[in-house]
């Protein structure tokens, strides 16, 4: 019985669909929360599992860094402990066993049995030789007549099974698997196997994920559509958060001449678009009203999860993420501007005075959330220390005093939500993947934002992500989009009559 840190994972497709090894992913687990605010009733609870069953095929899709990971809990966590606990007193109960007189291989043989399963799941279906030869090497009934005969012989079956692992493990494991050689205690020995073998599989995994890759991008698209339309025909209601969702980014860009001039995303957005998207037979399109929806999920301040779209349930915390980025990117940025403005270009001219400035704002204003005033102190000292350290090395002159005093305070002052500097950045952000959503990122960065470009490369690798996961979404979902749009924008009005399908 291996260890919980060396779990294997099953090669059965069904077991891999529901359940597999941590991740190393930004969307990882999906909590099972409810699409809307009559969530917990048992048909809802049903479809977010059986959504739940499409995530692993969805994530290699549109996370191209997906791979599985060794999940190793926190040594001092209370599960670590128990953990330890339970499989210390498990790997003890099998040295009384082969210590005894005459040994008893009853929970070796069984370990041995997983280990042949794990070892014959590594083999690729054209390898039948080495197929047969490890059921006859690993005999199971054969070995057990040879333990009750007390003729087991345990390091030849140990050397055995380390020449295949060296023989099936990718190089990165070659080492692992030597240091295994050297290994003289059975109990130490099985318990080591185990471990790596719990890395092979994985890294066989991590491989079959990569061939499977480009396969499951051609047929995504028709998959997850044909899995999707399975739910709704089971529960009609099913896009009525997604209903909700449209209907809201629709008013959003309604003319303000008909909508509130304070509604969020209105005024702000509309008023702010430039000339290519003003025209008003773009602006009520259906595809533009799906655009500011998808806008809205990641520019939301609202941690209202029950009404999230259907559609875009399995990008949740995925989305989450990214609009943390974003208000990260807006301090950032914000940060950088206030110091240029004290400090002239002479220093923002060398990319490793911007670089450094950028690691002293990121590290301290990992809390800026829970305590923004005191993040903004940090920064604001270690930023002024920097800029008068950065002319003094140039042989410029300090800022006085007075400058001194204002730089700070101007950096203080940031982490009020209504400071200048901060609204101008997040509009020209917000503007920026509008942009790219509409325009495509090719053509909005040749047409980048000037005052964005202290942090073009980080704002250009969230666009990235941020596109190719919406276009990926509106193309699975567009017919049921086309649909709700319909009744939500009338034709006559509308300057499509279909959501466009890349």
Known sequence: MPNIEETVLQSDSSEAEGEVQKPKTPGQSQENKSFCSDGHRPELIETISKVSKLSIAHEIVVNKDFYLEESVLPPNSLEGRFVDTVYKAFWDHLKEQLLSTPPDFTCALKLLKEVKEILLSLLLPRQNRLRNEVEEALDMDLLKQEAEHGALDVPHLSNYILNLMALLCAPARDEAVRKLKSITDPVQLLRGIFHVLGLMKMDMVNYTIRSLRPYLKEHSVQYERAKFQELLDRQPNLLEC?????????????????????????????????NWAADNSELPSPTMVLYQGYLNLLLSDSDNEEEFPETLLMDRIRLQEMESQLRQLTILTSVLLVARSFSGNVLFNSPEFVDKLKCITKALTEEFNSRPEEAMLSVSEQVSLEIQQGLKSMGLSALSSKNTASLTGQLQNIAKKENRVRTIVDQRIRLFLKCCLVRGMQESLLD??????????????????????????????SPYYAEILKNIIPPAQAGETEVECL
């Not at 449209?246 to 509309?270: E, F, N, Q, V, Y």
């Open 448 to 477: 980048f934002p000037g005052g964005l470009i202290l942090i073009k490369g980080e704002l250009a690798d969230l666009g990235w992500k941020f596109v190719n996961l919406m276009r990926h979404n509106q193309q699975v979902f």
């Open 242 to 274: 997604t209903t909700k969702w449209l209907t809201k980014a629709a008013a959003d860009i309604t003319p303000p001449s008909s909508s509130s001039p304070d509604s969020p995303g209105s005024s702000t957005m509309a008023c702010a678009l430039p």
